[in-house]
């Protein structure tokens, strides 16, 4: 399965502190703001999302189209950024995986990168908006 969107709703996102936003900037074309369904958490100086398709509660980002020539560049870049990566050891923080995405009135399918740890003890970011919180 694949997307030629991304999701991003943290240190990728464009005005947020510790953003590593050059890696979406130069890859990808601007959609717009967009929602998720599920639970934001602070795990440190970075944000991880749950994903709940039956929840409520939304987490905010932004969604960008990948453009075609750079995919698998920008995704290998991506991969290893958020160490889930073959290069690193299981099991990993973070888990890619395809979801909708909220735009307006629009649903799009978007890679995301998932939180894959317990969550116990975590800050759970109510807003579920990490630009808000920096």
């Given at each position: 399965m694949r997307s030629s969107y991304i999701f991003v709703y943290g240190t990728l996102r464009a005005k947020v502190k510790e953003s590593q936003h050059t890696l979406i900037k130069q890859y990808t074309q601007y959609v717009g703001i967009g929602f998720v369904y599920g639970s934001l958490?602070?795990?440190?100086?970075?944000?991880?999302v749950v994903l709940d398709k039956k929840s409520k509660k939304r987490v905010y980002g932004e969604i960008y189209r990948i453009k075609r020539a750079f995919y698998y560049k920008l995704i290998r870049q991506l991969d290893n950024y958020e160490e889930c990566s073959s290069k690193f050891p299981k099991p990993h923080e973070y888990q890619r995986v395809i979801t909708?995405?909220?735009l307006k009135r629009r649903k799009?399918?978007?890679?995301?990168?998932?939180?894959?740890?317990?969550?116990?003890?975590?800050h759970l970011i109510e807003s579920g908006d990490f630009g808000k919180e920096k």
């Open positions: 958490y602070n795990i440190s100086w970075y944000p991880g909708n995405a909220y799009i399918r978007v890679w995301i990168y998932q939180y894959n740890l317990d969550t116990k003890g975590l």
